[in-house]
T-cell receptor, first 114, second 112 residues
Framework: GAVVSQHPSRVICKSGTSVKIECRSL??????MFWYRQFPKQSLMLMAT?????????EQGVEKDKFLINHASLTLSTLTVTSAHPEDSSFYIC??????????FGPGTRLTVT | QQQVKQSPQSLIVQKGGIPIINCAYE??????FPWYQQFPGKGPALLIA?????SEKKEGRFTISFNKSAKQFSLHIMDSQPGDSATYFC???????????FGAGTQVVVTP
């Protein structure tokens, strides 16, 4: 299957600071990537759809000014959590779409805001 | 409102048993049904997927059964092993929409 990487795998930051998470497709080009967050023992919740060269589409209830998404190339999308607060602590996972249907997920980034 | 309903929430089977996870959907526009396996602290991994023109698909020890008229599909793990202990998510996708709708997940524990 296609390989998607994320960096960093874990990050701890102080409240009020910003954190950037990178998502890369390693062996294919992805015109569309997705960002999810997952709380313990819960399902994945889609935050936004990231399209290369255009603005991201955010799901209802997700603050676009807080979660900045940039998809500057066909292999890289970034999620920046701005002015992070403890309630933003979560597991953030990206995925990339290959062909029409298949989506492959990255390994996830554990964000802890103190 | 969850568009894909998954059950059970958890199940425990002995090694060699066949855990069965069921999912149901309402939206007939869905035309792609994948299953993902997730280990603690890891991202989900695509296991197997099916399109609605097929009633069954096997890949290794994993089998999807699909019932289009009932709008249900299930995952069977044959000859389960302790290494299969993980959380399994079913999902559904409509091509025109492009977004995966996930079930709530099933935690499977396979005891030695």
């Amino acid at each position: 299957g296609a390989v998607v990487s994320q960096h960093p795998s874990r990050v701890i930051c102080k409240s009020g600071t910003s954190v950037k998470i990178e998502c890369r497709s390693l062996d294919f080009q992805a015109t569309t990537m997705f960002w999810y967050r997952q709380f313990p023992k819960q399902s994945l919740m889609l935050m936004a759809t990231s399209n290369e060269g255009s603005k991201a589409t955010y799901e209802q209830g997700v603050e676009k000014d807080k979660f900045l998404i940039n998809h500057a190339s066909l292999t890289l999308s970034t999620l920046t959590v701005t002015s992070a607060h403890p309630e933003d602590s979560s597991f953030y996972i990206c995925s990339a779409r290959v062909r029409s249907y298949e989506q492959y997920f990255g390994p996830g980034t554990r964000l802890t805001v103190t | 409102q969850q568009q894909v309903k998954q059950s059970p929430q958890s199940l425990i089977v002995q090694k060699g048993g066949i855990p069965i996870i069921n999912c149901a959907y309402e939206n007939t526009a869905f035309d792609y049904f994948p299953w993902y396996q997730q280990f603690p602290g890891k991202g989900p991994a695509l296991l197997i997927a099916i399109r609605p023109d097929v009633s069954e698909k096997k890949e290794g020890r994993f089998t999807i059964s699909f019932n289009k008229s009932a709008k249900q599909f299930s995952l069977h793990i044959m000859d389960s092993q302790p290494g299969d202990s993980a959380t399994y998510f079913c999902a559904a996708l409509a091509f025109y929409w492009g977004k995966l709708q996930f079930g709530a997940g099933t935690q499977v524990v396979v005891t030695p």
